[in-house]
Every structure is written in structure tokens, then in C-alpha cells.
């Protein structure tokens, strides 16, 4: 019971850190913020011009937008700037080399960004003004708890291989234009369209999508390997960086 008591406490003081790190830097926590002012300004703006209800079209490309933000700009840059800006401040290799083990640190680092995105996530849902009884609470739950974990991991990858948060930020740049561009994209195109399926945000963007036109959303195979297969190759990354740059205790 000590041992456990122990390994949580040393879990929750990285947590602590890393929320205070990610409350006082303002273009960490500017993110989400900033997605749901988007879809709340969207919605209103989209409202006035139709002068009714939204079309399911304009609710689908508003739901998405604020679904593919949250994920891809929250979920990377939460984190990602947040070990970044240890490592510029040279506490990283402090951290990693005391009595924290790195599956604490881990944990610890994704804690608090991975509640704030599954809350945003909801958050968007609600005030895009999708009719609720066509969404599915359990799929939309699963998929965007899952999505956001991705997105955490993600952001432990770009803050591991960033040298400070600049970098952080022209790292994260790609995966930004690919995990979030692509699905939206994807309603324009269908060639754009297949590929957005074998990404997690696509699955994501496709499920949005069947909200926002009201039919059901049915979770198919290739969304669950999707997601399954991308979390866990972005785990393994991780913990390939992790040992390269020597943060593994021997």
C-alpha cells in the first residue's frame, strides 16, 4: 500500500507540474479557448447568414473544424510545449533523472491536457448545435477519448525531439497540416476522403459527420484498427525517442 501510495503521489507532483507550467503560458492555454470561441463565432456567423437553422452541411464543417483544432493544436501543443519548455529551461533532465520513473512521467506529462481535450471535445459538440438524439454518447466517448490519448502521445513526441519551444512549434507544424487539413479536406474530395479514413482524426471527422447529417454512426473494423494501430505506433515512437535521448534510467 506504501509502494502505491508512493508511486501516485510522485505521479500527481508531475501532473502539478506540469499544469503549472501549462496554466501560466498564456499560447498554451490561449488553444482551447480559442477553439470553442472559433465554433461558438462560426455558429453565430453561419446562423445569421441562413437566418434559421443550420443546414447539416455548415453544422458538419463547424463540428469538424472545432473537433480537428481541439485534437491536433490542443492536444499537441499542451503537451509538447510543455516539455519543451523543461528542456529549454534544463529541468527535464533533473526531473528524469530523480526518483521519477518514466512511466510516471508519462502519465503525469498527458494527465491534465488529456481531460481538458476530451472536455473540449464535448464542449464542441454541445454548442455546434448537432441534434443529440442522432449522436452516440458511448461511440463519441470511446473514439474521442482515444483520439485525444493519440494526440497527447503525439505531443510527447514533438516535445521529446523539440530543443526549445520555438522548435516545438515548427515541429508540430506538419503533423498539424496533415492530422487536421486532411479530414477536412476530405469533404471536398473523395480521393482526399479515403485517405482521411486511415487517420485517427478522420475517423473522428467521419463520425462528426454522420451527427451532424443525422444518421447513426456505426463503428466500423477499420475505425477501431485506425485507432488501435496509431496509438500504439505512436507509443512505441515515444519510447524509442525516449530511450535515444537517454531519459531511460538504467
Known amino acids: 500500500m506504501?509502494?502505491?501510495?508512493?508511486?501516485?503521489?510522485?505521479?500527481?507532483?508531475?501532473?502539478?507540474?506540469?499544469?503549472?507550467?501549462?496554466i501560466r503560458n498564456a499560447s498554451i492555454m490561449v488553444g482551447p479557448i480559442l477553439t470553442v470561441g472559433m465554433v461558438w463565432m462560426y455558429k453565430v456567423l453561419y446562423g445569421s447568414m441562413v437566418d434559421g437553422e443550420l443546414p447539416p452541411i455548415l453544422t458538419?464543417?463547424?463540428?469538424?473544424?472545432?473537433?480537428?483544432?481541439?485534437?491536433?493544436?490542443?492536444?499537441?501543443?499542451?503537451?509538447?510545449?510543455?516539455?519543451?519548455?523543461?528542456?529549454?529551461?534544463?529541468?527535464?533532465r533533473v526531473?528524469?533523472?530523480?526518483?521519477?520513473?518514466?512511466?510516471?512521467?508519462?502519465?503525469?506529462?498527458?494527465?491534465?491536457?488529456?481531460?481538458?481535450?476530451?472536455?473540449?471535445?464535448?464542449?464542441?459538440?454541445?454548442?455546434?448545435?448537432?441534434?443529440?438524439?442522432?449522436v452516440s454518447i458511448p461511440a463519441f466517448f470511446l473514439i474521442s477519448v482515444t483520439a485525444s490519448l493519440i494526440s497527447c502521445v503525439l505531443g510527447m513526441i514533438v516535445g521529446i525531439c523539440a530543443s526549445n519551444?520555438?522548435?516545438?512549434?515548427?515541429?508540430?507544424?506538419?503533423?498539424?497540416?496533415?492530422f487536421m487539413m486532411i479530414p477536412i479536406l476530405?469533404?471536398?474530395?473523395?480521393?482526399?476522403?479515403?485517405?482521411?479514413?486511415?487517420?485517427?482524426?478522420?475517423?473522428?471527422?467521419?463520425?462528426?459527420?454522420?451527427?451532424?447529417?443525422?444518421?447513426?454512426?456505426v463503428v466500423k473494423p477499420l475505425d477501431v484498427a485506425v485507432l488501435v494501430g496509431e496509438l500504439i505506433i505512436s507509443v512505441l515512437v515515444f519510447l524509442i525517442l525516449y530511450k535515444k535521448n537517454g531519459y531511460e534510467k538504467d
Not at 72 to 91: L, P, S
Not at 112 to 127: D, E, G, K, Q, R
Open 2 to 22: 506504501g509502494n502505491t501510495t508512493g508511486y501516485m503521489n510522485k505521479l500527481f507532483a508531475v501532473a502539478r507540474i506540469k499544469w503549472t507550467c501549462i
Open 60 to 92: 458538419g464543417i463547424i463540428l469538424s473544424l472545432g473537433i480537428s483544432m481541439n485534437i491536433c493544436m490542443d492536444g499537441f501543443m499542451m503537451v509538447g510545449m510543455a516539455i519543451a519548455e523543461e528542456k529549454e529551461k534544463h529541468t527535464l
Open 95 to 134: 526531473l528524469m533523472t530523480s526518483s521519477v520513473t518514466g512511466a510516471q512521467y508519462f502519465v503525469g506529462s498527458i494527465l491534465f491536457p488529456f481531460v481538458i481535450t476530451v472536455a473540449v471535445n464535448f464542449v464542441v459538440l454541445l454548442i455546434s448545435q448537432v441534434s443529440i438524439e442522432y
Open 165 to 178: 519551444q520555438m522548435n516545438a512549434s515548427l515541429i508540430a507544424y506538419p503533423l498539424l497540416m496533415v
Open 186 to 217: 476530405g469533404n471536398m474530395s473523395e480521393a482526399v476522403r479515403k485517405v482521411s479514413g486511415f487517420l485517427f482524426t478522420g475517423v473522428l471527422t467521419e463520425m462528426t459527420d454522420c451527427f451532424a447529417n443525422e444518421t447513426r454512426y
